[in-house]
């Protein structure tokens, strides 16, 4: 047990230097985020290691699925879209696996799901991406019928935030095809769908109509840096 306990805590250090690393490397330097891709090696390899020892050890297992979740974070940072995936889908099959005990097992499963929808909508992947938001929807949907719902402060945010993602995902091909579809849509939802189209035609080859459609949300809403860049990020 104490050296079980140990190692358990080694990885967890691991984890902490990992994640100040890749911080780190978002602002600095490549090197910092190749410090992070260490760090959460050296903890994926414990981690695996303690399960490997005890497969009937559910913290083992926690601690396998947290580092595929860095490791993914890190193949972000990279812009290794299929690494991440990798890591994503690896930390998702794990949670599902595991006992639900509470809101913070729930919210696992959303992020798994959000952070893969997220990554197919920045690749165009709208029906990929639809499908990862619906379930992570669903996560937060058997949350609140065990009785463990996702809602803390922090929560409503991201509650909102699926639902918009579903919506975006479901919309924003039908608004590449026509225009005229985004005016069909309330304005919270229009102003994101327009600008991703925007971007979706800049970046197959169409400025020209991407520079219209750019022009259209200026003649109806203001577009101010701060706004243009949390939708392309999103």
């Not at 696996?97 to 798994?112: G, V």
């Not at 709208?126 to 402060?153: K, R, T």
Request: overall charge negative.
């Amino acid at each position: 047990y104490n050296r079980s306990r140990r190692f358990r805590l080694l990885s967890f250090n691991h984890v902490d230097w990992g994640v100040i690393f890749l911080q780190l490397g978002d602002i600095q330097t490549h090197d910092s985020r190749q410090d992070a891709k260490v760090q959460f090696t050296k903890a994926f390899a414990i981690a695996t290691r303690l399960l490997e020892e005890d497969p009937e050890d559910n913290q083992a297992l926690r601690d396998v699925m947290i580092a595929h979740e860095r490791l993914g974070d890190v193949a972000q940072a990279f812009d290794d879209a299929d690494k991440a995936i990798e890591h994503y889908l690896k930390a998702r099959v794990i949670a599902d696996s595991l006992p639900k005990l509470d809101s913070e097992d729930y919210r696992t499963i959303w992020f798994h799901n959000f952070r893969l929808g997220a990554i197919e909508r920045r690749r165009y992947n709208y029906d990929a991406a639809l499908g990862w938001y619906q379930q992570a929807a669903q996560a937060l949907n058997d949350a609140a019928e065990a009785g463990h719902p996702v809602d803390g402060p922090q929560d409503k945010h991201w509650v909102k935030e699926t639902a918009m993602r579903v919506s975006i995902c479901k919309n924003v091909p039908l608004a590449v095809e026509d225009l005229n579809h985004v005016f069909t849509l309330n304005e919270d939802l229009a102003r994101r769908v327009m600008y991703l189209r925007a971007a979706h035609l800049a970046d197959h080859g169409k400025p020209k109509e991407a520079a219209e459609t750019l022009t259209e949300y200026q003649s109806r809403w203001d577009l101010d840096v701060s706004e243009s860049y949390n939708v392309a990020c999103g």
